[in-house]
């Protein structure tokens, strides 16, 4: 394959990663965490969102998946997950809200084709608090999906560096 | 196969518990449930103790599931044990790597206990 066509291939494909992403995203929530996430409302308010898991890829394609919602939010998908409390200490907390990213990444690369093979995922790390910027050194393009989760705000991003 | 040890294998605590969960939700009787982070502690767990099952993630910091896996054969207590992947990384070159590697079953996460169950269950009945 050419440039020329390659880049049109990336092009066209590009146009129907947010559904993917919206749809992986689901489909992780659906299977492991037991709720149904609805899409947000326009205009989006993400009101209280301080906590961030980020997943890198590498190869096929690069760049980074990042999951943000509050930390009620992110209590409650431990829960969930787990079937306890929502009391459940920091450390689990962060660890499940890490997973759900790292299946989100894995489930996105899985639905576009030819992707799987050639594009690893690095181990997830979770951010708490709000207050922080993500300074890229690489050219990218982002998408993003906005969803509720039992009614609290969830972002879903994917800032692409290839 | 009745009273099995597991060896379940993720960088996850709360995937391990997971899969744990998953396991007896598919009617596997359990005896114990060993635990480790990466292949460099669960070789360390099967310096100690002999296991009937394998579940284990690929990516994982220290040593990941593909190099644990290939490691296995030179492992007494492992003898015999089935390896099941669990684990985001879906893609065919993977599955082929891991089933090349001695793995006898791949599930790929997000995963469903009856997926667990579909996988698990004819490794174990080979087994037995």
């Known amino acids: 394959m050419n440039a020329a066509h390659s880049n049109a291939a990336v092009r066209i494909s590009h146009e129907s990663w947010p559904a993917l992403l919206g749809l992986a995203t689901q489909e992780v929530f659906a299977i492991m965490v037991g709720t149904e996430l609805t899409t947000a409302p326009e205009p989006f308010v993400e009101s209280?969102?301080?906590?961030?898991?980020?997943?890198?890829?590498?190869?096929?394609?690069?760049?980074?998946?990042?999951?943000?919602?509050?930390?009620?939010?992110?209590?409650?998908?431990?829960s969930k997950m787990l079937g306890v409390d929502p009391d459940t200490d920091a450390q689990q907390t962060w660890d499940a809200f890490g997973e759900v990213c790292n299946m989100i990444a894995g489930n996105f690369k899985h639905k576009i084709a030819g992707m799987g093979n050639d594009?690893?995922?690095?181990?997830?790390?979770?951010?708490?608090g709000a207050d922080y910027?993500?300074?890229?050194?690489?050219?990218?393009?982002?998408?993003?999906?906005?969803?509720?989760?039992?009614?609290?705000?969830?972002?879903?991003?994917?800032?692409?560096?290839? | 196969m009745e009273n099995i040890q597991v060896l379940i294998v993720d960088d996850s605590s709360v995937m391990r518990k997971i899969v744990e969960r998953s396991l007896?939700?598919?009617?596997?009787?359990?005896?114990?449930?060993?635990?480790?982070?990466?292949g460099v502690e669960a070789l360390g767990?099967?310096?100690?103790?002999?296991?009937?099952?394998?579940?284990?993630?690929?990516?994982?910091?220290?040593?990941?599931?593909?190099?644990?896996?290939?490691?296995l054969p030179n492992v007494q207590?492992?003898?015999?044990?089935?390896?099941?992947?669990?684990?985001?990384?879906?893609?065919?070159?993977?599955v082929v790597q891991a089933l090349t590697a001695g793995a006898r079953g791949y599930v790929r996460k997000p995963f469903t206990p009856d997926q667990v169950k579909e996988h698990v269950l004819p490794v174990l009945a080979k087994k037995s």
């Open chain 2, 45 to 71: 767990v099967l310096n100690q103790a002999k296991v009937d099952l394998i579940l284990c993630d690929i990516n994982m910091p220290v040593m990941d599931g593909l190099e644990f896996v290939k490691q």
């Open chain 2, 24 to 38: 007896r939700q598919a009617g596997i009787s359990i005896a114990q449930v060993f635990e480790a982070g990466n």
């Open chain 2, 77 to 94: 207590n492992a003898k015999g044990a089935p390896v099941v992947m669990i684990t985001t990384e879906g893609s065919e070159n993977h």
């Open chain 1, 119 to 128: 594009c690893m995922l690095s181990v997830p790390t979770v951010i708490t």
């Open chain 1, 133 to 162: 910027s993500v300074h890229s050194l690489a050219e990218s393009g982002k998408i993003s999906v906005n969803l509720l989760f039992e009614g609290h705000p969830l972002i879903v991003a994917l800032e692409v560096h290839s």
């Open chain 1, 48 to 78: 209280g969102v301080d906590m961030t898991s980020m997943v890198g890829l590498a190869g096929e394609l690069c760049g980074v998946l990042t999951v943000r919602s509050t930390g009620a939010a992110v209590a409650l998908i431990a």
